[in-house]
């Protein structure tokens, strides 16, 4: 990225430079950025919001694959600030699909007014701080600038996709989706050869829906996941009703949970129980909604490997029960990875697929990817004909969408060279060398129900540019020995979560992205309930944490 062009008008009406400056920019209008609008809104504050997309809903603008769908159960997910926003929707299933939650988002953006301050197809490329102004200047893609004194990025931790490295891609003269970019008017598959390539998440959930309608499907897999049913169904009049009556509860239960989800973890430990015990509570989580056979399941299975290896038979048995070729079920059983320990998809008859005529599994370590053909692609076996390529190759995690914005603070520091290893971050929200720039879920914050975490994050941001309203700041930085002091306790956090020993996007690993094969902490692992106390504790002792400035002469927050 070269240094940031002279400054330009922005959008019409809006002359940087000028007392029509936002006093905030927000980066993103999904979950999170949808939310703090509305916050900083409610603080009297001019916000304005750069969207890349052309309208609201961030992830759930941009997957719009078939069969997106939440793993999160709906009536936990929706925002939770607003009782006539509670009263006013409803969810039609309790595992929503994607349309019913880019709708969800759209009513949410219509109910309170916030498009109007929402600049869409703007996708922010730069982001520099003005040291002698306190400033941020912030510069789109085509070049147009604009200014504020805070900047918060609402950018998601899965927004940065990635497409495999693999060499031929431009040749392939058939159509090629990558499924975080699948086209709005969708993609008639009906009768095609579709190939796809990756068996994360995403992929699950879209090969279990597009097998039936497809005329033959290859899956390339390099690494099978382990996989959960879903057991989605609709929500009935009479549970609709119940649901609405109990919102309070059920936001006071995902408080109480170290993941926000409903499903909390059950004290006992599996090594303490018989066979028949575990089992037994096994089979219950198995043919129960959710994810509660991953966060709801025994102490010790994420943490202890016998505990794990025990977990990880019994969903070995199941895919065996499900998949008819023996062969077929083996290379669907994870060998590289304990259950639980990459994020675990959830499923509505992904196993039961590979049972189907038109469907094929190709494990790409026996027989890997040579390259991308003009007629399909070409393993070191054989040469494949497709119609449709779809890429389910995932993100680059967590920090990918912030490398992908040259952020800089005073004297050019560049956040994307301070985050070349482990990202630095005081509770996630705050950089050192970065003054006014604020996070909305970037590395080392809570993790789990993204909207319980977003809306929580977004409560303390806001409650910190109140302050500094009522204290006449107009500079917040955070202190190198508190970021390094956080930095560690989001270290010890993690120490013995098997999780931490697996490459995954959630450890930081994109095999795709130079410098991206080394494992990173990228969230905070201690639990939501910890960290709601130790960020709660910084906001209680008047931000001592942090250094602010008032600028003397220089004007305050809004000014
Ligand atoms: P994931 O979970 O990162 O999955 C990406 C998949 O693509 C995974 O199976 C990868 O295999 C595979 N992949 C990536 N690059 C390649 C190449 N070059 N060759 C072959 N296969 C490749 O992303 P998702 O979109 O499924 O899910 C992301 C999150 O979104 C999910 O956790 C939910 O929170 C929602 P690998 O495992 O790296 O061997």
Redesign the pocket.
């Known amino acids: 990225m070269g240094a940031t062009p002279e400054v330009r008008p922005t959008v019409p009406g809006d002359q940087p430079g000028t007392d029509r400056d936002p006093d905030v920019i927000v980066i993103g209008a999904g979950v999170a950025g949808l939310y703090q609008l509305h916050r900083l809104r409610g603080l009297g504050l001019q916000a304005r919001v750069y969207e890349a997309g052309s309208d609201v809903g961030g992830?759930w603008y941009w997957?719009r694959y078939p069969g997106a769908r939440f793993?999160s159960e709906s009536w936990s997910y929706g925002y939770s600030f607003s009782e006539e926003l509670l009263r006013e929707w409803e969810w039609p299933e309790h595992f929503a699909a994607q349309p019913d939650t880019l709708r969800y988002l759209n009513f949410v953006a219509d109910k309170f007014d916030l498009r109007r301050d929402i600049r869409f197809r703007s996708r922010v490329v730069a982001a520099h701080f003005d040291d002698a102004a306190d400033r941020w200047t912030i510069t789109l893609e085509d070049g147009r600038q604009d200014r504020a004194r805070l900047l918060i990025t609402a950018l998601g931790p899965?927004s940065a996709?990635?497409l495999?490295?693999?060499p031929g891609r431009d040749t392939f003269r058939g159509q090629a989706f990558h499924?975080?970019r699948w086209p709005r008017e969708g993609v008639a598959l009906a009768g095609l050869r579709v190939g796809i390539?990756?068996?994360?998440?995403?992929?699950?959930q879209c090969i279990q829906t597009i097998a039936r309608e497809v005329g033959s499907l290859t899956v390339?897999?390099?690494?099978p996941?382990w996989a959960a049913p879903l057991h989605n169904r609709r929500i009935t009049a009479e549970e609709q009703a119940r649901i609405k009556a109990s919102y309070p509860e059920i936001f006071e239960r995902c408080r109480q949970t170290s993941t926000c989800f409903i499903h909390q973890t059950d004290p006992r430990r599996a090594l303490d129980l018989s066979p028949q015990e575990r089992e037994a509570f096994w089979e219950k989580l198995y043919a129960e909604p959710g994810f509660g056979i991953w966060v709801g399941n025994f102490a010790d299975v994420l943490t202890d490997r016998t505990a794990n290896a025990l977990a990880s038979e019994f969903m070995a048995r199941k895919i065996r029960e499900r998949v008819k070729d023996p062969a077929v079920a083996d290379r669907l059983i994870p060998k590289t990875h304990g259950f639980g320990t990459?994020?675990l998809?959830l499923e509505s008859g992904y196993f039961e697929v590979y049972n189907q005529p038109n469907v094929r599994l190709v494990d790409?370590n026996e027989t890997p990817?040579e390259r991308i053909t003009p007629e399909g692609l070409r393993t070191s076996a054989e040469a494949f004909a497709f119609d449709v390529l779809i890429y389910?190759?995932?993100?680059d995690?967590v920090t990918g969408p912030y490398d992908r914005i040259d952020i800089r603070g005073p004297g050019g520091r560049r956040l994307r060279d301070d985050w070349k290893g482990m990202p630095r971050t005081f509770l996630g929200m705050l950089v050192d060398g970065f003054p006014n720039l604020l996070m909305v879920l970037g590395p080392h914050t809570a993790r789990g129900n993204i909207p319980r975490n977003i809306e929580e994050i977004v409560d303390w941001v806001t409650d910190l540019v109140a302050f500094m309203q009522a204290h006449g700041q107009r500079r917040v930085e955070t202190r190198p020995a508190e970021v390094d002091r956080w930095v560690s306790e989001v270290e010890k956090a993690v120490e013995g979560q098997l999780f931490s020993e697996v490459?995954?996007?959630?450890t930081g690993?994109?095999?795709?992205v130079e410098g991206r094969q080394v494992r990173r902490v990228l969230g905070y692992y201690g639990g939501a309930v910890a960290y709601r106390r130790r960020i709660g504790d910084v906001a209680a002792s008047g931000y001592r944490a942090l250094l602010f400035d008032a600028g003397g002469a220089r004007g305050t927050m809004s000014g």
């Open positions: 992830t997957n793993d899965l996709h990635t495999p490295e693999i499924t975080a390539i990756g068996t994360g998440a995403t992929a699950i390339f897999q390099r690494t996941n990459r994020r998809p790409i990817i389910a190759t995932g993100f995690g490459n995954s996007w959630q690993v994109n095999r795709n």
